[in-house]
């Protein structure tokens, strides 16, 4: 396996990435977020030389409501906004030849909005995203989110109906959302296309927090997370608290 | 330290925003105490009419009876000058009638409220809306000044609660969580002009008052919301640090629903969804007190939520007229009582609060609990706190105990606290001016705060300027051990502590603590039984000084295991860690020494309120429990001459103390004149 790994969680930062160590380490592939496109020239000609190449941008950071954006905001102006912006990434990405854009859903609105009335927005922007191009969109889940579940994200993904939206999952979140990671898996079944890993605390006591923690430092097993990921492509997300590179190793020896 | 022969430097002059370092640059001035007429305003009415709902097609509605409504608010009923609108009279046809009869009346506009992230706009209720150009030019060209600001409302909490655990994947720094919460704030200025008011729901007033589009500070006391002592000294050290001013506001609503007087006799019901009456929400006598409170507290502006008119009427006649008014209800009364009582008190002072506690900019810190989530023990609303967050509420909760009570228990335990130390603390953070710590006089640094950089060089000035600055061993960064005169060591394992004066040891639980080795023959004021110093207090030659514990954070090894933790109404909240018996005996004293009178009697929450003529004093009082307090205040320097009880205007005897009761749940104010001065003046 030579996963990829998403060089801003990582370290922080959208370009300045080791990426000579995370190639030396054995990373192939680099996961982005829309930021990294906008600084192509910073980072490109060490991944070129590294010879790790992008394969998916994760649109999350994207995708905080009211901070960000999102895919069901009640208010248009909000939704029409971050639609513009994932387009414009996505005429990016078939620039650079990236064939993964990893999406996920909103909240609530807190007010006058029901999930019978955001539900048909979120599928409505799956819709115009997939419009754009040949680019596969990927649902996937997240904490505190609405649709937190692989049964509710395939069908929604079922429910667009588009060649070109299919699912992702994230173990961690799978984890934070109460979901068995491999059970998450299975009812994706063929429409999960990528497998994010990274480690998630579910002690009692400890406040669910979306940390994206190295392998091995929460409730994640590697029996669960092999019994997930299968063949698919794989990216690592984690957020260490020290020395990156280090992590970033041990990441794979944990997943070896 | 605070040496008892010579006279405390006491800084007396209140917040100017207008001599505050860059007014003259910022885009969006804060309020100052000119905009107001250098007086309290006061606040009732919080909306106006409309002919029709706005929310129903096509959306076209007037304002009605704008004359009428405010004639109720503002003479009929002299509620004062501040009207407080939701923001739909905005978007009426006739919008432009109530901005220009406002200005007409030279009313105060002040902090339009209803703004609600996701909530479409043509619902017109909570909303997301956003203020026109042109709308928001007319405001300020008819109402100059005299236009407070849009509404920050309850939006610190609203993040806080509802969107930061969103941010994927949590921040993994301090700063990182900064910047999340900004670009919250950044959106929701962007839709209000970047012309704000902040009603804060937690502690980030700093971060408001940083951003540079805030006119005002303040925050929704009582509710479910934090505990107002503790708050406060959020917000005033924010509005010294920045120099914006700050009001006050007390709320109707509790955790379980909120008061209606609109008729006295009425059974209270939970038919909304919530308990609703005259015995539900803020008990009247915490309204009370927090009117009084906050006043004294510096607050330009008070009132109370909402509840001043019931929906009986009677005559009444005003200017010479006689009209049919709807009844005042305790509430209402209460205002006009406190207003009242502001004007006939015009010289309240400065609090003194010559004590900050600081801590690093991007800290995020947050009570271990609140009304926005289950969660306890975050900071920034999606990171753990860590052991220097655990000190921070530690020695909060010896500050203001119960503080961390406040919104979880019906008693209204907790929103207001007795002050064992003095009501005498502002927060400020890492970025504050060196013109501002002069403020102070004394600094403790709390938190993940790492003693170095610009943050020590500041610090190392106000020493050599007389200033006391008090720190934690494991809080020191490069260059950091020549303030304090030691030189830090490797870290070892303590149980036990001997204090300076005591006999005996004092058991600890397990605690991490620094080898010190002082660099001259300082003080030590505690030690292990092997000589290790625990604390090392330095006098420097300005004047100043400083205190250094060896121990990590002040705090014991963690004692509780998280699954051991519960948050739940109407229970306490354990903390995992303690605070060393020791730091208590040393630490909390001298904290204490720095206020201008002692407090003799059960505690109580105090403070003292100071101005220019140095032999006067005048003391709060709040007695936040149902027992009444009996005891006595004496002036730490002098004799008292006269002394007077400003809530009855009756004369008290003077002599070296005063014994007074404090009825309960209630709050008493006492101006003092002395037989000399207690303080020199600073400032």
């Excluded at chain 2, 901005?99 to 609600?116: N, P, Q, T, V």
Aim: charged share 20%; with cysteine; proline share 7%.
């Amino acid at each position: 396996m030579s996963p990829a790994i998403n060089p801003v969680y990582l370290t922080g930062s959208v370009t300045d990435w080791p990426l000579a160590d995370l190639a030396a380490a054995g990373y192939r592939g680099l996961e982005l977020t829309p930021a990294c496109l906008d600084r192509i020239s910073t980072w490109k000609p060490a991944a070129d030389k590294a010879a790790i190449r992008p394969v998916c941008v994760n649109a999350l950071p994207e995708l905080w409501p009211y901070l960000t954006g999102s895919l069901s905001d009640a208010v248009d102006r909000n939704r029409n906004a971050t639609l513009q912006r994932l387009v414009r990434t996505l005429g990016r990405m078939r620039e650079h030849g990236i064939p993964f854009l990893v999406v996920a859903p909103s909240r609530l609105a807190e007010n006058y909005q029901s999930v019978d009335e955001a539900r048909p927005l979120l599928v409505q922007s799956l819709r115009e995203l997939a419009a754009t191009g040949d680019t596969t969109i990927l649902l996937v889940a997240a904490p505190f989110r609405l649709f937190g579940s692989a049964g509710e994200i395939a069908a929604i993904v079922d429910e667009v109906a588009r060649p070109n939206v299919a699912a992702a999952l994230d173990v961690g979140h799978a984890i934070l959302n109460g979901e068995s990671p491999s059970a998450a898996a299975k009812s994706l079944g063929a429409r999960l296309r990528y497998v994010q890993v990274h480690d998630a605390e579910a002690r009692p006591g400890v406040p669910r927090l979306d940390r994206h923690l190295p392998l091995g430092e929460g409730a994640l097993t590697r029996e669960e997370f092999k019994a997930a990921a299968g063949e698919l492509p794989v990216a690592v997300g984690i957020t260490p608290s020290g020395d990156p590179i280090g992590a970033a190793r041990a990441a794979l020896t944990w997943m070896a | 330290m605070s040496s008892e022969d010579k006279l405390p430097r006491v800084w007396v002059r209140p917040v100017h925003p207008e001599e505050s370092p860059g007014f003259a640059e910022r885009a969006v001035k804060p309020v100052t105490r000119a905009d107001l007429d250098h007086q309290v305003q006061t606040t009732a009415l919080r909306g106006f009419g409309a002919d029709r709902s706005p929310d129903q097609p096509p959306h076209q509605y007037r304002v009605v009876n704008i004359k009428e409504t405010l004639d109720l608010y503002t003479k009929d009923y002299d509620f004062g000058r501040v009207i407080w609108p939701f923001w739909t009279f905005l978007f009426a046809e006739n919008w432009r009638d109530a901005i220009d009869e406002m200005a007409a009346r030279k009313l105060y506009l002040f902090d339009i409220w209803g703004y609600c992230p996701s909530g479409p706009e043509n619902r017109f209720g909570w909303s997301e809306y956003q203020i026109p150009d042109d709308k928001h030019r007319y405001i300020l060209e008819k109402m100059g000044p005299l236009f407070l600001g849009y509404d920050n409302g309850e939006q610190d909490g609203r993040y806080i609660g509802g969107y930061a655990k969103l941010v994927c994947p949590a921040p993994a720094t301090r700063r990182q969580g900064y910047e999340a919460f900004r670009l919250y704030f950044e959106h929701l200025g962007d839709d209000l002009q970047n012309y704000l008011t902040s009603l804060n729901s937690l502690t980030f007033p700093h971060y408001f008052a940083q951003m540079g589009n805030h006119r005002l500070l303040g925050a929704e006391t009582a509710q479910a919301l934090p505990s107002v002592p503790m708050w406060y000294a959020f917000i005033r050290g924010a509005g010294k640090q920045y120099g914006v001013l700050w009001f006050g506001n007390a709320s109707v609503w509790n955790r379980w629903g909120a008061k209606s007087l609109a008729d006295i006799h009425a059974e209270d019901t939970s038919a909304p969804g919530f308990l609703s009456g005259p015995t539900a929400g803020t008990s009247m006598s915490l309204l009370r007190r927090l009117w009084y409170v906050l006043v004294m507290y510096g607050s330009v502006i008070m009132g109370f939520e909402a509840g001043h008119l019931g929906s009986a009427t009677e005559e009444r006649k005003v200017g010479g007229v006689t009209k049919s008014v709807p009844v005042l209800t305790d509430i209402g009364r209460e205002h006009l009582a406190g207003a009242k009582w502001c004007a006939d008190h015009p010289d309240r002072g400065e609090q003194h609060t010559p004590v900050a506690l600081l801590w690093d900019f991007h800290a995020g810190w947050a009570p271990p609990r609140h009304l926005y989530t289950s969660d306890a023990y975050l900071v920034w609303g999606n990171m753990p706190y860590e052991k220097g967050d655990h000190q921070i509420d530690l020695l909060l909760r010896e500050l203001y105990p119960s503080y961390e009570d406040a919104g979880f228990y019906h008693s209204e335990q907790g929103f207001l606290t007795a002050t064992p130390c003095g009501d005498s603390f502002d927060v400020v953070l890492s970025d504050v001016a060196e013109a501002v710590l002069n403020r102070y006089e004394c600094v403790v640094v709390l938190g993940e705060t790492r003693l170095e950089g610009e943050l020590l060089a500041k610090l190392k000035q106000y020493v050599e300027r007389s200033g006391h600055v008090v720190a934690c061993a494991n809080q020191l960064g490069p260059g950091a051990e020549g303030l304090f005169h030691v030189a830090v060591g490797a870290v070892e394992e303590a149980y036990h502590a001997i204090v300076e004066g005591h006999p005996w040891p004092i058991n600890e639980s397990r605690f991490r603590t620094h080898h010190l080795t002082p660099r001259q023959p300082e003080e030590v004021l505690a030690r292990t039984r092997q000589g290790a110093p625990l604390a090392v207090r330095s006098r420097h030659p300005g004047g100043g000084s400083t205190l250094l514990f060896a121990s990590e954070f002040f705090l014991t090894n963690a004692l509780l295991a998280p699954d051991k933790i519960h948050n739940d109404v109407d229970q306490p909240l354990p903390s995992p860690y303690a605070m060393l018996e020791h730091v208590k005996a040393i630490l909390l004293p001298y904290l204490r020494s720095f206020n201008l009178v002692a407090v003799e009697g059960p505690a109580i929450q105090f403070f003292v309120n100071v101005t220019s003529r140095a032999d006067h004093l005048v003391v709060t009082l709040c007695n936040n429990s149902p027992q009444p307090w009996e005891g006595a205040i004496r002036p730490r320097r002098g004799r008292i001459v006269k002394a007077t009880n400003w809530m009855t205007n009756r004369t008290l005897p003077g002599g070296e103390s005063i014994r007074l009761e404090v009825p309960p749940l209630d709050v008493v104010v006492i101006e003092m004149a002395l037989d000399g001065p207690a303080f020199e003046v600073r400032g």
